[in-house]
Nanobody
């Protein structure tokens, strides 16, 4: 009934830009914190950026100044604008919601992931 679907991943050159989108679908009342995680081969999954319903944001040190997270509460969507991309940014990016409230209760949600490859 409720799921997250990411889009926007792909191949991009160093110093290039990509914009990731994530849509939460279903009969959703509210979503608390929405965020983006990433995981590269051989590395732990890490929080990239998160944003509250009120617009308060938090970023990993490695992406500060380059990435911008935003959300549209009316559409239940979250975005990640990625600029000045580096090869080290190559990873599978996952959309995440810590608490999605529906008529049946609330739960945590993860997207299926979208691959971002930064390479020349």
């Amino acid at each position: 009934q409720v799921q997250l679907v990411e889009s926007g991943g792909g191949l991009v050159q160093p110093r290039g830009s990509l914009r990731l989108s994530c849509a939460a679908s279903g009969n959703i009342f509210t979503i608390n914190v929405m965020g983006w995680y990433r995981q590269a081969p051989g590395k732990q999954r890490e929080l990239v950026a998160a944003i509250t319903r009120e617009g308060m944001t938090n970023y990993a040190d490695s992406v500060k100044g380059r990435f911008t997270i935003s959300r549209d509460n009316a559409k239940n969507m979250v975005y990640l604008q990625m600029n000045s991309l580096q090869p080290e940014d190559t990873a599978v990016y996952y959309c995440h919601c810590d608490r999605v409230v529906t008529a049946f209760g609330y739960r945590e949600l993860w997207g299926q992931g979208t691959l971002v490859t930064v390479s020349s």
